[in-house]
């Protein structure tokens, strides 16, 4: 009788094959999210005030940042500068762990798991993860949209503003603007999760930046700047269609969004509130994708 020999046992990352390790790689994208958007959502502000600006509102966009800041902490306090966060938590846990938790298995169900798959195949990965976050998640964001523009010293209430979009548009208005907002997530995610793995690649093939979170550092910073570049136009028609008011219609569809704001503002308006876009992205993807690689570190996940 032979003796069966057993080698040790090698502790290995695991892939999220499973529905345990598919639900534990959400998770760590949604805590990730939470963390990140509580610190960055005072640009978030800024940058919405400034897309929204005349349209019902003050000119933020003469005032300019460093103005637009001023005037907000001025008339509102700084408590303004975080106006919108709880329905920012609820979008981060819906929308941003769905976008981040599925681009792996998303990639590898695709064939773009392997060190040399094409960009493409990583992009649509991390575009189809985008599109069905953005679903999961647009009720909030139409929500945060709102809070964020809202002027005044009162701080806007999630449940009142809910009930009364409810009210005046029944559950569609809640899905105001989803076909900007799935667009946006896909062009956002594709490019996002593609270049930082493309990125990160490239920087571990090199050696010549340490591994970890030195090289998660450069490949997101890379990604964010990549990311302003390529969203800022669908962010701009996303904004403009959620932040109508709940009684009026201002824009039929992107399509009329696009026309109306090409006609009175030009191309360039495309990319007002660029800077404020660039400096979310940037922090943004940084300490999400960091955090995010930790975390599933920290629980025995493949990561990115």
């Given at each position: 009788?032979?003796?069966?020999?057993?080698?040790?046992?090698?502790?290995?990352?695991?892939?999220?094959?499973?529905?345990?390790?598919?639900?534990?790689?959400?998770?760590?994208?949604?805590?990730?999210?939470?963390?990140?958007?509580?610190?960055?959502?005072?640009?978030?502000?800024?940058?919405?005030?400034?897309?929204?600006?005349?349209?019902?509102?003050r000119?933020?966009?003469?005032?300019?940042?460093?103005?637009?800041?001023?005037?907000?902490?001025?008339?509102?306090?700084?408590?303004?500068?975080?106006?919108?966060?709880?329905?920012?938590?609820?979008?981060?846990?819906?929308?941003?762990?769905?976008?981040?938790?599925?681009?792996?298995?998303?990639?590898?169900?695709?064939?773009?798991?392997?060190?040399d798959?094409?960009?493409?195949?990583?992009?649509?990965?991390?575009?189809?993860?985008?599109?069905?976050?953005?679903?999961?998640g647009?009720?909030?964001?139409?929500?945060?949209?709102?809070m964020?523009?809202?002027?005044?010293?009162?701080?806007?209430?999630?449940?009142?503003?809910?009930?009364?979009?409810?009210?005046?548009?029944?559950?569609?208005?809640?899905?105001?603007?989803?076909?900007?907002?799935?667009?946006?997530?896909?062009?956002?995610n594709?490019?996002?999760?593609a270049?930082?793995?493309?990125?990160?690649?490239?920087?571990?093939?090199?050696?010549?930046?340490?591994?970890?979170i030195?090289?998660?550092?450069?490949s997101?910073?890379?990604?964010?700047?990549?990311?302003?570049?390529?969203?800022?136009?669908?962010?701009?028609?996303?904004?403009?269609?959620?932040?109508?008011?709940?009684?009026?219609?201002?824009?039929?569809?992107?399509?009329?969004?696009?026309?109306?704001?090409?006609?009175?503002?030009?191309?360039?308006?495309?990319?007002?509130?660029?800077?404020?876009?660039?400096?979310?992205?940037a922090?943004?993807?940084?300490?999400?994708?960091?955090?995010?690689?930790?975390?599933?570190?920290?629980?025995?996940?493949?990561?990115?």
């Amino acid at each position: 009788m032979s003796i069966a020999q057993t080698s040790p046992s090698v502790q290995r990352p695991r892939v999220l094959a499973t529905a345990g390790g598919l639900l534990e790689g959400v998770a760590c994208a949604g805590g990730a999210a939470v963390i990140t958007v509580t610190f960055v959502h005072p640009v978030d502000v800024i940058k919405t005030r400034l897309q929204v600006s005349g349209e019902g509102t003050r000119n933020y966009k003469a005032l300019g940042i460093g103005g637009s800041v001023k005037v907000i902490a001025a008339e509102e306090g700084v408590s303004a500068f975080w106006k919108g966060i709880n329905a920012a938590w609820l979008r981060e846990s819906s929308y941003t762990s769905l976008r981040l938790g599925l681009y792996a298995p998303i990639k590898d169900a695709i064939g773009a798991g392997a060190a040399d798959a094409p960009f493409w195949k990583k992009f649509s990965a991390g575009s189809l993860a985008g599109a069905l976050g953005s679903l999961a998640g647009n009720p909030f964001d139409v929500l945060k949209t709102s809070m964020m523009a809202a002027e005044g010293a009162e701080t806007p209430s999630i449940v009142k503003g809910a009930s009364e979009l409810y009210k005046s548009q029944g559950i569609s208005g809640f899905y105001r603007g989803i076909d900007a907002n799935v667009a946006r997530a896909m062009v956002l995610n594709g490019t996002k999760m593609a270049c930082y793995d493309e990125i990160k690649g490239a920087i571990t093939s090199s050696g010549m930046v340490p591994s970890g979170i030195p090289t998660q550092f450069m490949s997101a910073f890379g990604a964010g700047f990549f990311m302003a570049c390529t969203v800022a136009p669908f962010d701009m028609v996303r904004t403009r269609l959620m932040n109508q008011p709940p009684d009026a219609k201002i824009y039929s569809g992107a399509i009329d969004c696009v026309m109306k704001i090409t006609a009175a503002e030009g191309p360039q308006g495309f990319y007002r509130g660029f800077i404020p876009i660039w400096m979310r992205f940037a922090p943004t993807t940084c300490i999400q994708l960091i955090i995010f690689e930790q975390l599933q570190t920290a629980m025995g996940l493949k990561g990115v």
